[in-house]
T-cell receptor
C-alpha cells in the first residue's frame, strides 16, 4: 500500500475554499485515491474518489496531477459544519476473493472558524 | 440500499471481563468486512478484515479476535479485556474498489 502524508491540521474561515493536499510518492499504476471525512464519535464517510486529472461531485473536487504523486481535496465555501478530520487513502481495487486493507493514515484536522 | 448496524453504542467493562461486539450488514452479499479501533485523538487502526465466512485476517497482534459466522455478520471478541483495549471501535464494509461504509461505532471504556 502506498504511504500517504497529509498536514496534521488546517484552519480556515467560513465561506473560504479549502485545499488539503496529500502526498503519495509511491503510488502504483493501479492505485486509486480516496478521501474520507470523519466527525467526532462517528465513522468516516466517503467523500470522493479518483484516478487522474479532476473529479467533482456535489461535495468536493479532487485534483490529481499527471504524475499522481499527490492529490488535492478542494472544499468550496466551507461552513462550520465542515470541521472534521479528512483522510486520504491510496490503493488498488481488490482482486476477486481478496480484501482491501483500507489502512487510514493520521488525517488532517480541518477547523473552520466563524 | 446497504446499511450497517453496530451495537452497542457505548460499553463500560471491567478489566478481565470478556467482550463481544457485533456488526451486521444489510443490502449486500459477500461484503468485505473490517474492524477498526480509534484511540482518543488518534487515527484509525485496522484490526481485522474478512473476505468471507470463516476467513479472517489480522493486522496487529493483540488481545482481540474476530469471527465471521455468517456472510453479513462480523464479531469482535476478547476473553479478558485490558485497560489498553479502551477506544472507539468501528465496523465497516467495503465495496469492490476503495469505498467503505462505516457503522456508528462502539465507545468501549475498560475500567
Amino acid at each position: 500500500l502506498a504511504k500517504t502524508t497529509q498536514p496534521i491540521s488546517m484552519d480556515s474561515y467560513e465561506g473560504q475554499e479549502v485545499n488539503i493536499t496529500c502526498s503519495h510518492n509511491n503510488i502504483a499504476t493501479n492505485d486509486y485515491i480516496t478521501w474520507y471525512q470523519q466527525f467526532p464519535s462517528q465513522g468516516p464517510r466517503f467523500i470522493i474518489q479518483g484516478y487522474k486529472t479532476k473529479v467533482t461531485n456535489e461535495v468536493a473536487s479532487l485534483f490529481i496531477p499527471a504524475d499522481r504523486k499527490s492529490s488535492t481535496l478542494s472544499l468550496p465555501r466551507v461552513s462550520l459544519s465542515d470541521t472534521a478530520v479528512y483522510y486520504c487513502l491510496v490503493g488498488d481495487k481488490p482482486l476477486s476473493g481478496s480484501a482491501r486493507q483500507l489502512t487510514f493514515g493520521s488525517g488532517t484536522q480541518l477547523t473552520v472558524l466563524p | 440500499s446497504q446499511t450497517i448496524h453496530q451495537w452497542p453504542a457505548t460499553l463500560v467493562q471491567p478489566v478481565g471481563s470478556p467482550l463481544s461486539l457485533e456488526c451486521t450488514v444489510e443490502g449486500t452479499s459477500n461484503p468485505n468486512l473490517y474492524w477498526y479501533r480509534q484511540a482518543a485523538g488518534r487515527g484509525l487502526q485496522l484490526l481485522f478484515y474478512s473476505v468471507g465466512i470463516g476467513q479472517i485476517s489480522s493486522e496487529v497482534p493483540q488481545n482481540l479476535s474476530a469471527s465471521r459466522p455468517q456472510d453479513r455478520q462480523f464479531i469482535l471478541s476478547s476473553k479478558k479485556l485490558l485497560l489498553s483495549d479502551s477506544g472507539f471501535y468501528l465496523c465497516a464494509w467495503g465495496e469492490q474498489g476503495f469505498r467503505a461504509f462505516f457503522g456508528q461505532g462502539t465507545r468501549l471504556t475498560v475500567v
